[in-house]
């Protein structure tokens, strides 16, 4: 099973980051607005970005870039990890995008791809979400997720099954 591929529409690109690519994925998440809702909302300084970085390009699925093809431009990143065989279920995201893409169909893109990707592989995705991300929380709702635990973390998790997923509302992608 292979989760380390690219994957794009007619908007956007993902592609996997490489270890070379930091500063250039620092540019853009350096912006606090992007992460006031996120239980680690001072990952927009480097020491902090630095640990998230790391951990993507060590990551056994690594780490994605996100590009807008129409403006050949960096505009967030994210990653499958943790997966597991006996549930046939991976988790999806450390998803962020650059404020200018709030509200747009951007999110959604994103994760149609993987998730689409995904589940030629498994049954369950997961979301681990800041508690007080909500808007994070409604994206995954948008996507069929249901909620389903707390973590120790100050994190709650949702489920998104195949079903779940093909029975939900999507946006018009225009």
Same mark, same amino acid.
């Given at each position: 099973?292979?989760?380390?591929? %690219?994957?794009?529409?007619?908007?956007?690109?993902?592609?996997?980051?490489?270890?070379?690519?930091?500063?250039?994925?620092?540019?853009?998440?350096?912006?606090?607005?992007?992460?006031?809702?996120?239980? &680690?909302?001072?990952?927009?300084?480097?020491?902090?970005? /630095?640990?998230?970085?790391?951990?993507?390009?060590?990551? &056994?699925?690594?780490?994605?870039?996100?590009?807008?093809?129409?403006? %050949?431009?960096?505009?967030?990143? /994210?990653?499958?990890?943790?997966? !597991?065989?006996?549930?046939?279920?991976?988790?999806?995201?450390?998803?962020?995008?650059?404020? &200018?893409?709030?509200?747009?169909?951007?999110?959604?893109?994103?994760?149609?791809?993987?998730?689409?990707?995904?589940?030629?592989?498994?049954?369950?995705?997961?979301?681990?979400?800041? &508690? %007080?991300?909500?808007?994070?929380?409604?994206?995954?709702?948008?996507?069929?997720? %249901?909620?389903?635990?707390?973590?120790?973390?100050?994190?709650?998790?949702?489920?998104? !099954?195949?079903?779940?997923?093909?029975?939900?509302?999507?946006?018009?992608? /225009?």
């Amino acid at each position: 099973m292979d989760f380390k591929v %690219n994957f794009e529409d007619d908007r956007i690109q993902i592609k996997l980051l490489q270890q070379e690519e930091f500063n250039d994925l620092y540019a853009i998440a350096k912006d606090p607005k992007i992460w006031e809702q996120h239980p &680690e909302n001072d990952r927009w300084k480097k020491e902090k970005f /630095s640990i998230f970085f790391k951990n993507g390009i060590e990551n &056994e699925f690594g780490i994605y870039k996100i590009i807008d093809k129409k403006k %050949n431009r960096l505009i967030g990143s /994210s990653r499958f990890y943790s997966f !597991d065989q006996r549930d046939k279920a991976i988790r999806l995201g450390f998803t962020f995008i650059i404020t &200018e893409y709030w509200g747009t169909t951007i999110n959604f893109r994103i994760k149609k791809l993987m998730i689409d990707h995904a589940f030629k592989h498994v049954d369950k995705i997961y979301f681990d979400i800041g &508690e %007080n991300n909500f808007r994070s929380r409604r994206a995954v709702e948008k996507l069929g997720a %249901n909620f389903c635990d707390f973590s120790a973390e100050g994190m709650v998790v949702y489920k998104l !099954d195949k079903l779940g997923f093909l029975q939900s509302e999507k946006p018009v992608l /225009s």
